[in-house]
């Protein structure tokens, strides 16, 4: 029995999940998400929890038993509390500015780089070199915080560019003079 699948999923107060056929819904204080799971596993809203449950022991059951359930969970999750990404920008001369809703980065190209946020995703920049990307989306959250990074990935010689916070960046030498 997958021991993530098995637990049952607690629904908090103001929070409103409904299931028919195969599409779960979840409305809570931060906004609505809906969700078309595999008709071959079986979610049920019991008490205040839903339970998911599988048919048999298959391998395609087993992995689709655990990863429904995850997304069910970070659905109610994302509803409730919402989800927060912040990436931080290392470098001479690099800034993050927002423009509107979007966000402008400087990052040493030719020309600053505008980002405009996907429909349920919000940027705010606290400090001139840190961006935090939210939304009640974990995937799309995720997804846009790649993309940003993507733009200047942190380099090992000199550790520029845009990484997570708390991310490590493995630091490289540089060039050594040969002795004679």
């Known amino acids: 029995m997958s021991r993530i699948g098995k637990k049952p999923i607690p629904i908090p107060e103001k929070t409103e999940v409904s299931i028919q ?18 008709p071959e596993m079986t979610v049920v809203k019991e008490d205040n929890a839903v339970v998911v ?8 059951h087993r992995s689709l038993h655990g990863l429904t359930r995850m997304l069910i969970a970070n659905m109610v999750e994302g509803v409730t509390q ?14 993050a500015e927002m423009k509107g809703k979007s966000l402008l980065l400087s990052v040493g190209l030719s020309h600053p780089v505008l ?5 349920g995703i919000t940027f705010s920049v606290p400090k001139n070199l840190i961006v935090t990307i939210s939304g009640i989306n974990k995937q799309q959250v995720g ?14 010689y000199k550790g520029k560019g845009i990484r997570y916070q708390d ?4 630091r490289k030498a540089g060039k050594k003079v040969g002795v004679k």
């Open 82 to 95: 919402g989800f927060e990404k912040t990436l931080e920008i290392v470098g001479v001369g690099y800034s």
């Open 143 to 156: 997804q846009m915080a790649a993309k940003i990074r993507s733009i200047a990935p942190p380099e090992p």
């Open 115 to 119: 980002i405009t946020p996907s429909e």
């Open 21 to 38: 056929d195969n599409r779960i819904s979840v409305k809570g204080p931060k906004g609505e998400l809906s969700w078309k799971f595999s």
């Open 167 to 170: 991310e490590y960046i493995r």
């Open 53 to 60: 449950t599988r048919p048999s022991d298959s391998k395609t």
